[in-house]
C-alpha cells in the first residue's frame, strides 16, 4: 500500500531555513500531486502547496510565494518542501499529503507521519 | 481565495447520537469539497470526497452532502470512536480547510 514517510523533527533559528523530506513508497509517484499541509499547534489545518512530479512545475499559496519550494525527485520517489526565513509562527507538524486522484489537486487520501518544525531563538 | 467556514466550532454529543457538522463556501465550488477527520497527535484521514462520496475503508455512518455553497457532514450513529475534530477542504482552486469542528463526549 502507499507509504507517506518524512523526515524527522528540527529545530531551526529565527530566519534560517529548513527543508523537509517526503519518500512515497507502493505506488505510482509521478503522475500524482503531493501536497504540503501544516498545522500550528492547536490551530487547524493549512495547505501550502502542491507538485504533480511529472509537470514539474509546483503551486503555492500567495502567502508563502517568495518563501516556499516545493521539488520532487523522480528516481528517489521523494518530494521536498523548503522554507525560508523561518519565523516563530511557521512552528507546526508539516504533512505531506498525496492525492487520490491521478494529475489532480482534488483529495488527500495518503498522509505522511508529519514532522515537527519548532523555530526558536 | 475561496474562504470555507465551518459550524460549529465545537459539539458535545453522546453515543448514538446523530451528528451534523456544516460548511459553507465563499463562492461556488460545485461538489469539490472533501472531509477529513483528525485524532490528536495523528494525520488528518480522508472521510469524504467530491461533497458525497464514500472513501474506501470509512463506515458507512458517515455520508456526506452538498453542492455549491453549502454542506453538511452527518455522522448517523456516532461511536466512541468518533470523537475528534472534522475538517472540510474545497478543491475547486487552490485547496483550503475549513476551521474545524470538535466532537466531544458529552
Known amino acids: 500500500q502507499v507509504q507517506l514517510v518524512q523526515s524527522g523533527a528540527e529545530v531551526k533559528k529565527p530566519g534560517s531555513s529548513v527543508k523537509v523530506s517526503c519518500k512515497a513508497s507502493?505506488?505510482?509517484?509521478?503522475?500524482?500531486?503531493f501536497n504540503w499541509v501544516r498545522q500550528a499547534p492547536g490551530l487547524g489545518l493549512e495547505w501550502m502547496g502542491g507538485i504533480i512530479p511529472i509537470f514539474g512545475s509546483a503551486h503555492y499559496v500567495e502567502k508563502f510565494q517568495g518563501r516556499i519550494s516545493i521539488t520532487a525527485d523522480e528516481s528517489s520517489s521523494t518530494v521536498y518542501m523548503d522554507l525560508s526565513g523561518l519565523r516563530s509562527d511557521d512552528t507546526a507538524v508539516y504533512y505531506c499529503?498525496?492525492?487520490?486522484?491521478?494529475?489532480?489537486?482534488?483529495?488527500?487520501?495518503?498522509w505522511g507521519q508529519g514532522t515537527l518544525v519548532t523555530v526558536s531563538s | 481565495d475561496i474562504q470555507m467556514t465551518q459550524s460549529p466550532t465545537s459539539l458535545s454529543a453522546s453515543i448514538g447520537d446523530r451528528v451534523t457538522i456544516s460548511c459553507r463556501a465563499s463562492q461556488t465550488i460545485s461538489d469539490n469539497l472533501n472531509w477529513y477527520q483528525q485524532k490528536p497527535g495523528k494525520a488528518p484521514k480522508l472521510l469524504i470526497y467530491?461533497?458525497?462520496n464514500l472513501q474506501s475503508g470509512v463506515p458507512s455512518r458517515f455520508s456526506g452532502s452538498g453542492s455549491g455553497t453549502d454542506f453538511t457532514l452527518t455522522i448517523s450513529s456516532l461511536q466512541p470512536e468518533d470523537f475528534a475534530t472534522y475538517y472540510c477542504?474545497?478543491?475547486?482552486?487552490?485547496?483550503?480547510f475549513g476551521g474545524g469542528t470538535k466532537v466531544e463526549i458529552k
Open positions: 467530491a461533497a458525497s
Open positions: 499529503a498525496r492525492d487520490r486522484e491521478m494529475a489532480k489537486f482534488k483529495s488527500l487520501e495518503h
Open positions: 477542504q474545497q478543491s475547486d482552486t487552490t485547496p483550503s
Open positions: 507502493g505506488g505510482a509517484f509521478s503522475t500524482y500531486a
